[in-house]
């Protein structure tokens, strides 16, 4: 029972997927594409800017109302997010630099999966003709 459990990745991977190769390598082309690395980082650092300047007093105050002894009563009128979690003002630029590094090493794994996968087809199809031959040899 576990050689079935353990051969139906390797029977999925020896499938034909034309669709989804196609798919994948639009992906790796994609996460290789330093322009498409740099237009992913600049919209995280514009959704983390916009994100710490969001205005949190007025929340603030009506919970303040509902519940006196919350800590929200000591936050000015004027606070932000920023003000809140205490970021300074690179950080939106330190998470865009993140996710530019992180595009990269994502396209730079896609890559490798997709120089690997007709190797790794070629297992699968080995390793699943081996247990079929165990399988029938076990029931003889």
């Known amino acids: 029972m576990r050689w079935t459990l353990a051969a139906l990745p390797l029977i999925a991977l020896a499938a034909p997927m034309p669709a989804a190769a196609a798919d994948a390598r639009g992906a790796v082309a994609a996460l ?3 322009a498409m690395q740099d237009r992913l980082a600049d919209t995280v650092t514009a959704l983390i800017d916009a994100m710490m300047q969001m205005p949190v007093g007025p929340l603030a105050e009506a919970v303040a109302r509902v519940d006196p002894e919350s800590d929200a ?3 000015p009128r004027d ?3 920023g003000d809140i979690a205490g970021r300074d003002r690179r950080d939106s630029e330190r998470m865009g630099a993140d996710v530019r590094a ?4 994502a396209g730079k794994a896609a890559s490798a999966l997709q120089a690997y996968a007709p190797v790794l087809k070629d297992m699968a199809r080995d390793l699943a003709s081996q247990w079929e031959r165990e399988r029938d040899a076990a029931r003889r």
Do not use: E, L, Q, W
């Not at 992180?102 to 090493?105: E, F, K, P, Q």
């Open 32 to 34: 290789n594409d330093p």
């Open 73 to 75: 009563a000591y936050i």
């Open 79 to 81: 606070a932000t997010v």
């Open 102 to 105: 992180s595009a990269r090493m």
